[in-house]
């Protein structure tokens, strides 16, 4: 709770918005993107832990299915924002680098991917590759100015934390959907 704000940023692609205030976010406190192609958005990559590992060090009490549930979350939120979505590789087969923060020294066992995993997590590879093509398939994920960002998404008056709904307008970027509503429930 309390983090609503910079989920917004990272939806906007950092770009100026309306509806965004900067002052709450955790990075930068005003809007330092003039274009979304200007932003890549991610919730891990090669430096530090891979989402899974993120997962299992803060929700030490929870299940592995309900880490896949807050992956899932995690990358329909990136692959739904504006500017460049970017996922570490293996993330789709629930990767883990072992706990281990910095790989690059590590060896095979740590950093391959083990594509047997494909087999175990199919029903997640099979969720971001749906993602994917959701997100190719409508231009209106794929903004190109800031100020289209502005004219055209609208986020909804949510006082209950953890809770982000918005609805991307007007066949935004010639989209052929009239409207897209989003909306991201982070609450159990």
Same mark, same amino acid.
């Given at each position: 709770p309390?983090?609503e704000e910079?989920?917004?940023i ?7 918005? +309306? ?10 406190k005003? /809007?330092?993107?003039v274009? +979304? ?7 891990? @990559?090669? &430096?530090?832990? @891979?989402?899974? &590992? ?5 929700m +030490?009490?929870?299940?592995?299915? &309900? ?5 899932k ?33 590590? /060896? ?24 994917i093509?959701?997100?190719?398939s409508? /231009?209106?994920f794929?903004?190109?100015t800031?100020?289209e ?11 209950? /934390? ?8 007007n ?18």
């Amino acid at each position: 709770p309390g983090n609503e704000e910079t989920v917004k940023i990272g939806i906007v692609a950092s770009t100026a918005h +309306p509806q965004v205030d900067y002052s709450k976010g955790n990075n930068a406190k005003t /809007p330092y993107a003039v274009s +979304p192609q200007q932003i890549v958005n991610y919730v891990s @990559c090669h &430096d530090d832990l @891979c989402l899974t &590992d993120k997962l299992a060090i803060s929700m +030490p009490e929870s299940t592995e299915a &309900d880490r896949i549930k807050v992956a899932k979350l995690a990358q329909t939120i990136v692959l739904t924002s504006q500017g460049t979505p970017f996922i570490f590789a293996g993330e789709e087969v629930f990767r883990s680098k072992k706990g281990v923060h910095n790989s690059y020294k590590s /060896p095979d066992d740590i950093n391959a991917i083990d594509w047997n995993q494909k087999k175990q997590y199919r029903e997640l590879f099979d969720y971001y590759a749906a993602l994917i093509d959701l997100r190719k398939s409508h /231009p209106a994920f794929r903004m190109t100015t800031a100020e289209e960002i502005a004219a055209n998404i609208r986020f909804d008056k949510v006082k209950t /934390p953890l809770l982000i709904s918005y609805s991307i307008l007007n066949h935004a970027n010639g989209d052929a959907w009239k409207e897209i509503k989003l909306v991201f429930n982070g609450s159990d």
